[in-house]
């Protein structure tokens, strides 16, 4: 009884203090004005909460505060001032062009599938002739789209010297293996071949030997016939031998420079050598200056080099510095021969006969030299650009085809095409759309066994053309030779000896070589003489192979650059190519992230590869001897 009583005290007792805080709330609410929040959750429409979770979604952080909607107007009263909006977030599209040069928000965005006939380009009799017999009867897209406007139609335009309407400069970005060299090369040899007189008048600056020997010969097939002189200067050869090879007249100093020879294709530090410490080496005659692989380039600034070898193309302010850099006797006075327009006030502003009249020499006349930047890569960077002083940049993108497909069936046209700029300016690079890719996930204890099984179980190298495997360094890759010389020995000793028995041929290509023995060893891949060849990145830029129809990356590439330029060694000018990446467990995460933020992962396969997969299992006492004999190897 007792305690039945109390529970009732004790029930009365909440019910009076529930009503009492209800009663105290309802009077709060009477005095004071419904808050803002209460407000608004009354009237927000359903549609408005769902924008705000939405934009909630897209920031991916906390809810955002209610919106304040703005006061009613009384009659009588002041119209209310608009509330501040949360602006739209601004799109892709406008944060990729947001502060970027005209030039390149307006550049021309070619198809690659786009082609010409050459004999409808306009170039001369003897060119369409030479290019037909080089087997070249269709210009590719990067060719089509660029040698209009290097060889415009008026004859005026494509003069040696343009002191009064110089040419506008280009910048081209096109994939590996789409034709680069050719779309510079053809309009070099058409403009040059008017020339009477011999002059330096197109330098083309690369990263390496290799690739200045390989430009050359592009020069020399294209310009058969021509009786244009091409010359290299790479520091393979004494300096002396070059000055020979380069210099008409060095014993007099000559204000208009002397050459030998018409074209010269060299890397940038033996440039500098030249224009420093050879007597009448001058660029003031150049009509182009190409600088191929140029993201490479421009961030090799040692030496200075591109400052240096644009001031050269300029006229100087004194005479005395004209001839500052290549000869130091700057108190003789220089022989006034033939001097390029840019160059021509050099004369009234000579010491020894100082002028008060104005002549022509007086009139300001611009450098004729075309400037033209090459790159599958080339860097979008405003402060790499602006350091090359642009004269009025074209920009051609030829933007690969998938990447179009998709933009036009989401997009209106005009956006579709503005993807290839948006895809160069934020660094997306296109492949060639013949080539395949795929990664294997591995060890790393077991990779020289995947590598191997893709050599004898998906056909990777030996009959099916060359295969180039990239190692990290010029000691991996000798070390990855030897290992592949063990595993075929023991795979090739355990066959039978009616079978044929025949080895993966195997080669190193590093910076370790002498020059003379890459080239031999290249000209041995070429041939077919040797099935594998494994490399730095070296021959990763430029380096034209045309059978090589596998590339592995056996250590993965360290950014997207590299592996843009490594797995572009094959499926060149057309051709069908698979290219492989081997990534080991600990990297995988980053090596697909690398994709990813390239917008390139959906396009590289993953292969998976079971333990217990005949094949694989075949080859493992092979690998197991090879690896042995390697330990004593290293260990001796
Ligand atoms: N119009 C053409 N017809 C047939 N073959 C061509 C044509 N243009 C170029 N080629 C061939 O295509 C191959 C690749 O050309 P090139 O080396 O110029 O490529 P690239 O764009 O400079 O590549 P990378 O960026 O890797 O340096 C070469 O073997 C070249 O001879």
């Given at each position: 009884m007792e305690r039945k009583k109390r529970r009732k005290e004790r029930k009365e007792k909440k019910d009076g203090e529930r009503k009492d805080k209800a009663g105290r709330e309802r009077k709060r609410r009477r005095l004071s004005p419904p808050s803002e929040h209460e407000e608004e959750e009354k009237d927000k429409p359903d549609e408005d909460q769902d924008q705000v979770a939405e934009a909630d979604a897209d920031r991916g952080d906390k809810p955002a505060p209610p919106k304040r909607q703005p006061t009613p107007d009384l009659p009588g009263a002041l119209p209310s001032f608009p509330l501040p909006r949360r602006p739209d977030a601004p799109s892709k599209l406008d944060l990729a062009l947001q502060g970027l040069d005209s030039a390149l928000a307006n550049a021309e965005v070619v198809d690659p599938a786009v082609t010409r006939s050459v004999d409808d380009a306009s170039l001369s009799e003897k060119m369409r002739r030479r290019l037909k017999e080089l087997g070249i009867g269709e210009l590719f897209a990067v060719q089509t789209a660029l040698l209009p406007f290097l060889l415009p139609s008026s004859p005026a335009q494509r003069a040696?010297?343009?002191?009064?309407d110089p040419p506008r400069d280009a910048c081209v970005s096109a994939p590996t293996g789409s034709g680069k060299t050719l779309a510079y090369v053809i309009p070099i040899v058409e403009v040059l071949a008017s020339r009477i007189v011999t002059r330096l008048r197109a330098l083309v600056v690369l990263p390496t030997r290799d690739l200045v020997a390989q430009v050359r010969e592009t020069f020399e097939a294209v310009g058969k016939g021509r009786g244009l002189k091409i010359a290299t200067a790479?520091?393979?050869?004494?300096f002396a031998h070059e000055q020979t090879q380069l210099m008409?007249?060095?014993s007099k100093p000559l204000l208009g420079g002397s050459s030998k020879v018409d074209v010269l294709i060299c890397t940038p530090g033996r440039l500098i050598d030249h224009l420093e410490g050879t007597p009448n080496f001058t660029l003031q005659h150049l009509r182009f200056l190409v600088i191929d692989e140029a993201d490479r380039l421009l961030a090799q600034l040692f030496q200075d080099w591109l400052a240096k070898v644009l001031a050269a193309t300029r006229p100087p302010s004194s005479l005395s510095s004209a001839f500052a850099l290549s000869s130091p006797s700057s108190s003789v006075v220089p022989h006034a021969d033939a001097l390029a327009p840019a160059f021509a006030s050099l004369l009234g502003l000579s010491p020894s006969s100082p002028s008060g009249l104005l002549t022509e020499f007086d009139e300001p006349k611009a450098s004729s030299c075309q400037k033209l930047l090459f790159s599958?890569?080339?860097?979008?960077?405003p402060g790499k650009l602006a350091a090359l002083a642009l004269r009025e940049p074209r920009y051609f993108v030829v933007a690969g085809e998938r990447k179009r497909a998709q933009g036009a069936e989401e997009r209106e046209e005009e956006a579709g095409k503005m993807d290839g700029v948006v895809d160069f300016v934020m660094e997306k690079f296109s492949v060639p759309e013949t080539l395949e890719e795929h990664y294997l996930v591995t060890s790393a204890a077991q990779k020289p066994l995947a590598l191997m099984y893709l050599v004898h179980a998906r056909g990777v190298g030996a009959d099916s053309g060359g295969v180039l495997v990239f190692a990290k360094s010029a000691e991996a890759v000798a070390r990855l030779v030897k290992f592949v010389e063990f595993f075929e020995e023991a795979r090739v000793d355990a066959l039978p000896a009616d079978t044929g028995r025949r080895r993966v041929s195997v080669k190193a290509y590093s910076s370790d070589l002498a020059p003379g023995e890459r080239r031999a060893i290249l000209e041995g891949f070429k041939a077919r003489k040797i099935d594998m060849l494994v490399c730095s990145?070296?021959?990763?830029?430029?380096?034209?192979?045309?059978?090589?129809e596998h590339v592995v990356s056996y250590d993965a590439p360290v950014d997207v650059r590299k592996y843009v330029h490594r797995v572009g060694r094959t499926a060149r000018a057309g051709r069908k190519g698979c290219a492989w990446s081997l990534v080991e467990e600990q990297e995988a995460r980053w090596f697909k992230e690398m994709l990813r933020e390239a917008d390139h992962l959906a396009r590289v396969k993953h292969v998976r590869v079971r333990d217990e997969e005949k094949k694989w299992k075949e080859l493992v006492p092979f690998n197991e001897a090879a690896l042995k004999r390697l330990k004593e190897t290293y260990s001796r």
């Open positions: 040696l010297y343009m002191p009064y790479t520091g393979q050869h004494s008409a007249d060095r599958a890569t080339l860097t979008r960077d990145d070296l021959v990763a830029r430029g380096m034209d192979i045309s059978h090589v």
